[in-house]
């Protein structure tokens, strides 16, 4: 009975399971942690360590292994996640876009020329991937989508904008998401060194700040044929990638939530108000417990969730209401801890604010809390309420 | 490699007070002997060979020796004890030589100690079983192949002492020797499919008893509560001098 693990899931978790996420805990505690501060208050993401993380293989870890990937469970993934977002939601983004996102779609929609040609070398990190599907007016709607894909002899010509795209600016390969002369949404893969394309760094980000996050311009960029993802046809193909991300989002809250929960405790124990440790308070006591509870119930919900993927038993709409509901109840988390930690919890020095500030990128991104309510409720009633 | 207490763990002991409670423990591998390891896989880098991992234990090491399969030993042999063996460190030494000897060795690596029960016999107790030489506490090893000899740095209590031995030998590792590596995640899944070959303890014919039993067991006195003195900060600072010379006999 332990903190990080109230009701002993450890317990079902196999020993690759419990070995896979020691060693990225591992990885992340010394590489990650003690820097993570200063890193989100210059707004840097610590690219040094992207070799690192690809030969600790934390990028397309449940692909094959022809493609570079170790077959791993989808909960053996999740928990990666879940010790990424220790560190920071920042760190799990760049591991959820590189492999839930750009990975998924060439080995999911993809040739087997270009999955040869990208998998292996972007699971170990010398090619890095960005998805780009929001635009500027098409975020929670992206059927609304601008970006077209104009036949033309020998392939396609791509034109438009697409925004808030993670790792934008450290991509070489972007997944685009296109409409084609028939208005069918089509995927693409675009080198972003080709001519007229080009990324723009959002740099006034209050979230997110260890995060790349791009603007990107296709100014009449031409593709060949070959770029063209043949297996994905209309909207479903990238909202069936979103789902893999949206899963490793359900995992990964639940690390930056126990990182709030570990450090509100333990200022709790040693903070003295009134001659005693606030955690002698009953007020405090109600409020490390409110947090538990609610961690408590996000590890449910993620084991439950890594479970039914393993068994190819998994539904959309618990996915929509996983990502929802650990993404909200981590939001809650971080801000009790950082109103149990005083003045000192709005500083870097300590993990809540910067938890709690990513965590708003969280709940809104890979669909709004909105989006996933009105997911969950068509599934409920039947009825299409968007 | 031995499978210790993770030294964060609370120690609570058994009834009858002979050995701690292991329930809810967070067993991991003893941290000196990660440096063994890690010097064993980079020797292989560097020379080719092997390395046989070699534990000693209940089926629940079998935990410690997937994590050293992890970080690339080869295989490994387990030596499988249950509750009812009584063990002290020359039995767990004999048990290992025995091994040693089946499975053949260039160079054996313990770490200097294991930090459950802080003994630092294992190592030297299995050299001296087999009749190797034995260098011990090593921050800094080189290995000849060619000569079959090792040049190895220990260190000693203000000072760094070089020695030289013929191979094989016994090398138990201080911490310095290196920075153990991670278990990456292809090497976890390949660690799977490594042999383990267990060995049941009653198999090896070692019936002798023990030489040392553990008579009893028991938590060290909680601390007393700390002194703090308060007043005026030159009387204090006096007051702190006379205690510290008087009392703690430090100055
Ligand atoms: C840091 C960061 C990184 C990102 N990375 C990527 C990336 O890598 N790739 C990518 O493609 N996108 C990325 N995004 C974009 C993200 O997915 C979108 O911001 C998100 O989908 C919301 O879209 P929007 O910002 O256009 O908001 P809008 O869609 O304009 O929504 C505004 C508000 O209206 C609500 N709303 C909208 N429609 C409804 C409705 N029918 N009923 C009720 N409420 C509604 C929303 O819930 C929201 O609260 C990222 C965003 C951020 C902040």
């Known amino acids: ?386 | 490699m031995k499978q210790v207490p993770d030294t964060a763990t609370l120690i609570r002991l058994q009834p009858g007070a002979k050995q701690i409670e292991t329930q809810g423990i967070k067993w991991v591998i003893n941290p000196y002997d990660e440096f063994a390891l890690e010097e064993g896989l980079r020797l292989k880098e560097r020379w080719g060979g092997e390395v046989v991992l070699v534990a000693l234990g209940p089926a629940r090491v079998e935990e410690a020796i997937r994590q050293g399969l992890a970080m690339g030993a080869d295989r490994a042999v387990h030596v499988l004890t249950n509750d009812a063996v009584e063990l002290d460190v020359w039995l767990v030494a004999q048990a290992l030589a025995r091994v040693c000897r089946e499975e053949g060795y260039d160079l054996i690596l313990t770490g200097k100690q294991a930090v459950d029960d802080d003994q630092a016999q294992v190592g030297p107790l299995v050299a001296v079983a087999l009749g190797l030489p034995q260098v011990t506490v090593v921050v800094q090893l080189a290995i000849d192949a060619e000569s079959r000899r090792l040049r190895a740095e220990r260190e000693l209590e203000g000072a760094i002492e070089v020695v030289e031995a013929p191979l094989p030998a016994v090398v138990t590792a201080q911490r310095g020797l290196n920075e153990p590596r991670y278990p990456t995640l292809p090497n976890i899944m390949k660690a799977k499919r490594k042999e383990v070959r267990t060995v049941a303890w009653e198999s090896l014919g070692l019936e002798a008893a023990p030489l040392v039993r553990i008579e009893s067991l028991s938590l060290p006195p909680a601390r007393p509560a700390a002194k703090i003195l308060t007043g005026d900060p030159e009387e204090a600072a006096r007051e702190l001098a006379r205690l510290l010379r008087e009392e703690a006999h430090v100055i």
């Not at chain 1, 001519?195 to 740099?203: K, L, M, V």
């Not at chain 1, 409020?287 to 590890?299: G, I, K, P, T, Y």
């Open chain 1, 1 to 386: 009975m332990t903190i990080n693990d109230f009701f002993d899931l450890e317990r079902w978790l196999s020993p690759e399971e419990r070995q896979i996420r020691d060693a990225v805990r591992q990885f992340v505690e010394a590489e990650v942690r003690p820097h993570a501060g200063r890193w989100w208050q210059e707004g840097r993401f610590p690219s040094e360590l992207i070799g690192p993380l690809g030969e600790l293989g934390v990028f397309g870890p449940t692909l094959p292994e022809e493609y570079g990937g170790a077959g791993v469970s989808g909960v053996a993934y999740g928990l990666m996640m879940q010790e990424l977002e220790r560190g920071d939601s920042g760190l799990r983004s760049f591991a959820s876009v590189q492999s839930g996102l750009s990975m998924y779609a060439i080995y999911r929609y993809g040739s087997e020329r270009q999955k040869a040609e990208y998998l292996p070398r972007m699971a170990r990190g010398e090619v890095i991937g960005c998805f780009g599907l929001t635009e500027p007016d098409a975020g929670s709607d992206p059927g609304a989508m601008r970006t077209v894909a104009h036949k033309v002899a020998g392939g396609y010509r791509l034109h438009g904008a697409k925004r808030w795209i993670t790792n934008g600016n450290l991509a070489q390969v972007a997944v685009i998401w296109a409409k084609d002369d028939e208005g069918v949404v089509r995927g693409f893969l675009v080198p972003t060194n080709a001519p007229g394309f080009s990324a723009r760094e959002i740099h006034t980000k209050a979230s997110m700040r260890m995060s790349v996050t791009s603007e990107l311009y296709l100014d009449q960029v031409e593709v060949g044929e070959e770029a063209v993802l043949p297996g994905a046809h209309g909207l479903s193909a990238p909202l069936s990638c979103l789902t893999q991300a949206r899963f490793g989002i359900a995992f990964g809250t639940v690390g930056a939530a126990l990182d709030c929960l570990e450090e509100a405790l333990e200022y709790a124990k040693t903070r003295i108000a009134f001659g005693r440790p606030i955690a002698a308070t009953q007020l405090v006591q109600e409020r490390v417990v409110d947090m538990l509870s609610r961690v408590v119930a996000m590890q449910l919900r993620a084991l439950q969730l890594g479970r039914l993927y393993d068994q190819g038993a998994l539904h959309y709409p618990q996915v929509s209401l996983a990502k929802r509901d650990n993404a909200r109840a981590a939001l809650e988390v971080a801000r009790m801890a950082r109103e149990l930690l005083g003045g000192n919890g709005i500083s870097v020095d300590y993990a809540a604010m910067r938890h709690l500030a990513n965590l708003e990128t969280v709940d809104t991104y890979e669909g709004t809390y909105e989006i996933h309510t009105l997911i969950v409720g068509r599934a409920l009633t039947g009825e299409n309420a968007f």
